[in-house]
């Protein structure tokens, strides 16, 4: 079994729902990150033997199927792919599968990519292959609310595990300013310019390019999302304290070390573990805590040797409840958590393009630990149906 290198990380902006990069599906949006982090690790597609993507709505493609290989041939990549849909934790998965193919010896470069394009989702109509005889034809929309038959909306178990948890709106809200706040300092400060690639969207009147993410608001205070009713039928859960729709897409290069050598590529990070778990359905908002401490586990190490925490902002709840269940209930170690879990902003800010945010916060959580000289980092995320994945990098 072999160490995992990652030798560079790079992701596009995050779009607004029906923004600058609805134009793209999630392949498009995929290839500038993808060349991007080609670039930076100094190497070809010739030189990549394995491409695993996370993508979670295929619809949002012409052809709904197999976009992993639809990427690989359009990146001049005609080697093994493979598409992962864990939900939200597609992306991080697909990192997981990668680093298990290097260290076993069945690859040795890895490229793996996140993507999502939700303008592009279709509403879909069911049933016309059979034809409507009479009535109405009904569209549904899979992204709004986002749920599964027989289970309640994603936005629901937030809510009861911020309940059972006992964090109540005020610390939601709270939350969310922070995110927004934390992204415009770092933002200001120019930390995502090594993550970030700009994307140029074709048009007919000329190219136009977004270079920098769309959503967040650096002003936003607590006092100002007070004032917005819930959703979803929830008490506590309002467009203020969630993420968002988006588009955005993520990629990063994984070697092994004697293949880096040999390539002269430069490691940036090691992947020390990973890990997946699963809850009960309801348990999206402390499964991350979770999968982290399994990936702690592995790694040999404990939570207070963790430098940064990256915890997914599928809502606002969700890293408040997983840092709860990760403190021990303890709330002063929860706020002392806080102050190193997402510290460039997180995706109530960003936003979540659900088949690119696993590898979203990776790259980001690579780039702060190189921009503060080193350390040991946690990223970790929930997904559909209470999944969990999580990753230990050492840079």
């Given at each position: ?14 779009g ?47 052809t709904?199927?197999v ?16 598409g ?50 009479a ?20 936005a ?14 005020a ?30 969207i074709?048009?007919?009147k000329?190219n136009?390019v977004v ?37 955005g897409?993520?990629?990063?290069i ?7 050598r040999?390539?002269?590529i ?22 991350p ?25 599928a809502?606002?709840a ?15 170690r ?14 109530v800010?960003i ?14 959580l ?21 999944q969990?994945?999580?990753?230990i990098?050492?840079?």
């Amino acid at each position: 079994m072999t160490n995992v290198l990652i030798a560079s990380a790079r992701r596009t902006p995050v779009g607004r729902y029906l923004g600058g990069l609805a134009a793209l599906d999630p392949v498009e949006l995929a290839i500038p990150a993808c060349l991007a982090a080609l670039k930076d690790a100094g190497i070809g597609p010739g030189d990549v033997d394995l491409l695993t993507m996370g993508n979670c709505f295929s619809t949002s493609l012409r052809t709904a199927s197999v976009a992993a290989r639809q990427l690989g041939l359009r990146l001049g990549i005609d080697r093994p792919s493979l598409g992962v849909d864990t939900a939200c934790c597609s992306p991080m998965t697909a990192l997981r599968l990668a680093s298990q193919a290097i260290r076993l010896g069945e690859a040795e470069v890895a490229l793996v990519v996140g993507a999502e394009s939700m303008s592009r989702v279709p509403h879909l109509a069911r049933g016309l292959r059979q034809g409507v005889k009479a009535g109405s034809i009904e569209l549904q929309d899979p992204i709004f609310p986002i749920e599964y038959a027989g289970y309640a909306p994603v936005a629901v178990d937030a809510e009861r595990g911020a309940r059972r948890y006992g964090i109540d709106r005020a610390a939601m809200d709270d939350m969310a300013a922070r995110s927004n706040s934390r992204w415009g300092e770092a933002s200001g400060q120019g930390r995502f310019l090594a993550e970030l690639v700009a994307v140029e969207i074709p048009g007919r009147k000329g190219n136009t390019v977004v270079a920098r993410d769309e959503q967040p608001r650096p002003e936003t205070s607590p006092e100002s999302l007070a004032g917005l009713k819930p959703i979803f039928g929830t008490d506590s859960i309002t467009a203020g304290n969630s993420p968002g729709l988006n588009d955005g897409a993520a990629a990063l290069i994984l070697a092994s070390p004697e293949k880096a050598r040999n390539l002269g590529i430069r490691q940036k990070a090691v992947v020390e573990a990973a890990s997946c778990v699963t809850a009960s359905p309801e348990g999206m908002s402390w499964v991350p805590a979770l999968a982290l401490q399994a990936a702690l586990g592995k790694a040999g190490r404990s939570l207070p040797g963790l430098d940064l925490l990256e915890i997914n902002e599928a809502f606002a709840a969700v890293p408040l409840v997983s840092l709860r269940v990760l403190a021990g209930e303890d709330s002063a170690r929860a706020a002392e958590l806080l102050e190193r879990t997402n510290v460039n902003g997180g995706a109530v800010a960003i936003g979540h393009p659900v088949g690119a945010s696993g590898l979203r916060i990776v790259a980001t959580l690579l780039h702060e630990l190189v921009r503060r000289g080193g350390g040991v980092g946690g990223a970790a995320i929930c997904g559909g149906l209470a999944q969990g994945e999580s990753v230990i990098l050492r840079v």
